[in-house]
């Protein structure tokens, strides 16, 4: 909701910047998602998430959340995992051009 609003652009930039900065500063570097994805990351024992906006090149954005819960991995392992399904993410629009 907030995407149509006038106060879009001031919500977005306060969330991290894949390969910029916050949280996402080390994520993502060298990719498509570098500077295209913002982000709102959490963790809690057990609990790892990641939120945001993904502008796709076609200029495009996606809303995606993904929450991983109960894994007996280690949190970089589990982390690493989400990446792989955002990057997965970014290439699944590259099939429907």
């Known amino acids: 909701a907030i995407a149509q609003t006038a106060n ?8 991290a910047l894949a390969g910029v900065n916050g949280t996402l500063r080390n ?3 060298g990719s498509e ?4 994805l913002w982000g709102k990351t959490g963790s809690l024992s057990g609990v790892i998430t ?6 796709l090149a076609n ?3 996606v809303v995606f959340s993904v929450l991983v819960n109960n894994f007996d991995d280690k ?3 589990a982390r690493a995992a989400m990446d792989e399904m955002l ?3 970014n290439d699944w629009q590259k099939c429907l051009e």
């Open 8 to 15: 879009e652009s001031i919500y977005r930039n306060s969330l």
């Open 27 to 29: 994520r993502f570097r």
């Open 33 to 36: 998602l570098e500077a295209n």
């Open 50 to 55: 990641v939120a945001g906006y993904l502008k």
């Open 59 to 61: 200029q495009n954005s």
């Open 75 to 77: 949190n970089k392992i």
């Open 87 to 89: 990057l997965f993410l």
